[in-house]
């Protein structure tokens, strides 16, 4: 009897990705296809391995596949080479599972799915890889184009971007970097529980964990125990890279304070900014998209933040329900390509282009001439994005200062603790990247002050 995504890792993993050949989200199909099955948790980590790494290494795959196949990849029927892309995955990547398995679990899943004719080709090419994959005649990294390209797994447009904008050295690195599983970590919510606390919980629930490098606030899981993790009900934590986690620091928010988040969900910055204020400050969440209102409301009331209004807006229109400065600090964290986030959305590699870059920027500099009248003489503007590119970067810093000469770009070195200077620039924003800090995402952000 032919198995059911929801009993099979494989067919599931294979359902998940024909699903975002389509143009659905990973993290949203993956999320739906778990919720529904009745798989056990190591299938569940194998279907996630399986999805991750096939759109993450998509390029190092093929790579090794062409080498092994006798006609071009292209010309494949897209299911084949979706069962020869999740065959060399495990070939390529997963040692603890045998190459036979890899191999026959491939050809089972051709015939279940009514592949009968391709059985032969999958079966040989995999058997073929599995024999020669230590004989592959990977690019060398002193051809750093070639080398981001197959073995970084970046399509050519982002291997262009990386070069541009980093030595041959760095970009090798962060390519490297972008090229591997991203970290789980925490951010505790400290409107109900301590840092301290929560590390001994995790550590008495069998969870390996420890402190981050950065923001007082962040816990970095190193391997989970067969448990869930302890206080998820109770509210104690939100699942937060620490990039993401110095956003609302930068923002230096206090008490007392009306402060404006622009682009809101799914709230994580929001309901940041609501602990580090001490439920204590007037905040007003905006998102474009009315399901995502209702994720800032249910992430509020889960974390006990009691200060956060939100609501539903696009702001490539402008706010006039919204009194021109009023706002003691503004975050817009624009909506941006996110080349910083690849290793969590990977198949960003492959639906997005350097048009897109240019279309998103044009976007950014409207978002940010929108909210840039709402801030309060003497109060500031934080821009932040989760990308890397020059365009949606310094870019548009240049830009704004231009368009808006009653601000000023402030030096962040000169308000965060000592040790957080390796991550900003000259000019005093922020650039952090996974192959430098500590293995946390690629993050910009710039911060204005207002002067008249």
Known sequence: MASRPDDSPRRAAYEILLRVDEGAFADLVLDT????????????????????GALRLRGRVDFALSRFCD??????????????????????????????????SSVELARELEMDQATGLINGVLRALARGKADIDWPDASNIRRYLQHVCSMPVWLSKELMRLLPNAEARALGEALARSA????????????????????????????????????ILIDKRGDGSLPGDAEGWYQVQDEASMLIAHLLDVQPGQRILDCCAAPGGKTTHIAALTDNRAEIVALDKHPQRVELIDQGAERLGCSSIAAREWDLSEKPDFLAPASFDRVLLDAPCSGLGVLRRNPESRWNKSAVNLRELAVLQRQLLGNVAPLVKSGGRLLYSVCTFSWAETDEQVTTFLADHPEFQLEDLREQTPREWAELFTEKGTLRSYPHRHAGMDAFFAARFRRLD
């Open 33 to 52: 296809t778990l919720n529904r099955s009745q798989l056990d948790s190591r299938d569940r980590g194998l279907v996630t391995e399986l999805v991750y």
């Open 71 to 104: 006609r071009p990849l292209h010309r494949l029927q897209p299911g084949v080479l979706r069962l020869l892309r999740l065959g060399a995955y495990q070939l390529l990547e997963l040692d603890r599972i045998p190459a036979h398995a890899a191999v026959n």
């Open 183 to 218: 970290p789980y970590s925490l951010r505790v919510n400290t409107l109900k529980t301590k840092r301290d606390q929560l590390l001994t919980a995790l550590a008495e629930a069998g969870h390996q964990a420890h402190a981050c490098s950065y923001v007082p606030e962040g």
